[in-house]
């Protein structure tokens, strides 16, 4: 078992940052968009806890409502929200005189010289200026958390309102896109559990806030945006954590660092890209990884439809009775490197035996127009269901989502049955983009558009089945 | 020894064996010519045939020429190592030749800050490519069998690789390799007929100040 540097404090602490005693907001003004955003933010959940405003100019201007200094608050200083930059906000850390629950240094914060002296000098106030664990601290660049769970949203990031609860934790290094996520999230009906804003990370980083949400009981899954993935270390805890609870991660990376630039003159330094370390790493540990914020989303979805069954295998077979959806899905895959493998002889000669006769090639499965009898589309697709060498089924919807018939919806509702039946996952792919997304959906399995989303959820889901097939051998 | 950028050095051939004679893989039978003046009797004595000569202490061997595979015979492998001094200089080896089909990499290389150790596994040969996954250290065999699936088939194979990288690992933590920053074994490849794991090639990179 590998040893975690995380603690327990450190973790209950992170837990606290979502459900604050109080608010500080140091350097808020009325007349400033991110200091609204934030405190209209945290208002809005009907936040029942103190609210400190900080501002020692509106303060000596005689402006009610306003601290000189942090020194004037009375009782808890709750979750302290620094709206300074540069030394000016360091300064104001450093004035903190009782442990807080924790720091979000906003946006900017640092964006000047010295930046990372400062932010050095922060990391040494979180871990020493305090007896017990080291102080959370967001930031700099962080637009602040929330949770529907406590029902506090401290965050100016663009998240929908109201936020559909539910139990997906969100981590991002982009306070932006930590908005833009969950917005994307709540429109596919994907309910939030949590979001934390991350920024540069240099203090609490983007994997010890995701360790934090996979030890909270509401999230059932966490997803994460990740723009410094070079602490490989705490990237294997993060895997280890999630397969002691039992949690997926799903993992998008973006703006890659030089981690394996040293030794390039041998052929493993030269290929050690940060994109290969990362992708080995989290396969090593069951971390799942896709490519970007948008297949981050589709790789949630396709989970939480499936109901974060497992799946049996990781191998795919590919299904379709109308045009060649079937064969567009297997060249995406293919692209990719995923291979379809054939199914044993046992269901190569049961699929013959129902009508197939004219298909060559029996994964993909094209079974042609022709098959419209339910009873034959349920025998076929049963026959793979028990073939024992797959895991990941997809469907193909040849006449797109939604289903143009009673006809098509039936064949839809066989497969889905089936799926759920056999407790194992299954896609229902339209190989154009049409229709909404998350407009039309089927119990008990994912839908999706075009053969790029088909493909990257038939990846996440393969994926997911290599990580517990791991978490089950080890 | 060659002098690359910065720190590093690099070992190959009989430099490199005292940092690799700890790994679970197989050597092919070799003889390295360093005198001009013995040619004859090294490769009249060389017991295995058809046998590869290279040019050692070179990068990109196979782009330049400097590898020349099946020579059939002690006569022919005198040609042909005089060639290669010609061409080439110094040193020259003579290698038995393994047969196989499919080129693996694997490797070690240590990293800042911490020091930690990552292990590279996968497609090798000249066409070493995406195909390659880094594992971190501590490594465990059943992580190394499910991802080898993906490289090779056959348990046994499977087996094999895992060993051979589990004990790379080893010795570059605690073993003989520990002063070496990165090793390549480019390529391994699995004899035809014995079906034993060779490594062709090895390159072991350490600082300058702690080369023998």
């Known amino acids: ?474 | 020894m060659k002098q690359t950028e910065g720190v590093a050095a690099v070992l190959t051939g009989r430099d490199a064996e005292p940092y690799l004679r700890t790994l679970c893989v197989n050597w092919p039978h070799r003889a390295v010519v360093v005198d001009g003046s013995h040619v004859s009797d090294i490769c009249r004595s060389f017991p295995c045939f058809p046998a590869v000569v290279k040019a050692e202490g070179m990068s990109h061997r196979n782009q330049s020429g400097a590898v020349w595979t099946n020579i059939s015979s002690y006569e022919e492998a005198e040609v042909v190592v005089m060639g290669f001094i010609t061409h080439f200089g110094l040193p020259v080896s003579i290698s038995e030749q393994i047969p196989h089909s499919e080129e693996f990499i694997l490797g070690g290389q240590r990293r800042t800050p911490k020091d930690q150790l990552l292990c590279l596994f996968g497609r090798g040969g000249v066409t070493v490519d995406d195909q390659v996954t880094y594992f971190l250290s501590p490594l465990q065999e059943s992580q190394l069998l499910a991802e080898l699936r993906d490289y090779v088939d056959g348990a046994n194979y499977q087996k094999d690789l895992s060993s051979a990288v589990l004990s790379l690992e080893a010795s570059m933590k605690s073993g003989p390799a520990q002063a070496a920053e990165a090793i390549d074994l480019n390529p391994v490849v699995f004899h035809s007929l014995s079906h034993q794991l060779f490594a062709l090639d090895a390159k072991v990179f350490i600082r300058s100040d702690l080369a023998p």
């Open chain 1, 1 to 474: 078992m590998l040893e975690m540097t995380m603690t327990l404090e450190e973790i209950a602490g992170l837990h606290r940052v979502l459900d604050p005693p109080a608010a500080t907001i140091i350097g808020f003004s009325p007349d400033s968009r991110p200091s609204l955003g934030i405190l209209e933010g945290i208002q809005r959940g009907g936040y029942k806890g103190p609210i400190h405003l900080v501002n020692v100019r509106r303060h000596q201007a005689g402006e009610s409502g306003y601290l000189e200094s942090v020194r004037d608050i009375d009782g808890d200083f709750g979750l302290v929200y620094v709206l300074l930059s540069g030394q000016a906000a360091l300064d104001a850390v450093l004035s903190i005189q009782s442990r807080p629950v924790g720091v979000v240094i906003y946006g900017g914060g640092f964006a000047d010289s010295g930046a990372i002296a400062l932010e050095e000098r922060l990391s040494d106030w979180a871990s020493t200026r305090f007896p017990g664990p080291r102080v959370p601290v967001l930031g700099p660049q962080s637009m602040g958390v929330f949770s529907s769970t406590s029902g506090f949203f401290g965050t100016n990031s663009p998240i929908p309102e109201p936020i559909l609860p539910g139990g997906v934790g969100l981590v991002s290094q982009s306070g932006g896109l930590m908005g833009t996520l969950a917005r994307a999230l709540t429109t596919r009906r994907i309910g939030l559990e949590s979001g934390i804003a991350v920024g540069n990370g240099r203090t609490t980083s983007v994997f010890e806030s995701i360790i934090a949400l996979l030890y909270r009981d509401s999230v059932n899954l966490v997803i994460g945006y990740v723009e410094d993935a070079s602490n490989l270390e705490l990237l294997s805890q993060v895997g280890e954590v999630s397969r002691q609870r039992g949690k997926p991660v799903l993992l998008a990376a973006g703006g890659a660092s030089e981690v394996g630039a040293a030794a390039a003159s041998s052929h493993t330094g030269a290929l050690a890209t940060p994109e290969r370390l990362l992708r080995g790493v989290s396969r090593q540990f069951g971390v799942l990884l896709v490519r970007s914020p948008e297949e981050l989303i589709w790789g949630a979805e396709a989970l939480l439809d499936n109901d974060l069954r497992n799946p049996r295998s990781p191998r795919l077979a590919v299904i379709g009775f109308t045009g060649g959806g079937a064969i567009a899905v297997a060249d995406e895959l293919s692209r990719d490197g995923t291979d379809l493998k054939p199914p044993s002889s046992a269901t190569t000669r049961m699929v013959l035996s129902l009508g197939a006769e004219h298909s060559s090639v029996l994964n993909p499965f094209d079974g042609g127009a022709s098959a419209t009898n339910p009873s034959t589309v349920k025998a076929i697709i049963d026959a793979y269901l028990t073939d024992g060498l797959y895991g990941v089924y997809i469907y193909i919807a040849g006449a797109g989502l939604p289903p143009p018939s009673e006809n098509h919806r039936r064949q839809l509702e066989i497969f889905a049955g089936s799926i759920r039946e056999a407790g194992t996952v299954g896609i229902v792919a339209s190989v154009a983009p049409d229709g909404q997304s998350g407009a039309w959906s089927i119990d008990g399995v994912t839908t999706a558009r075009g053969s790029h989303e088909s493909a990257v959820k038939a990846r996440v889901l393969r994926d997911w089945a290599n990580t517990t097939i791991r978490w089950r051998d080890s």
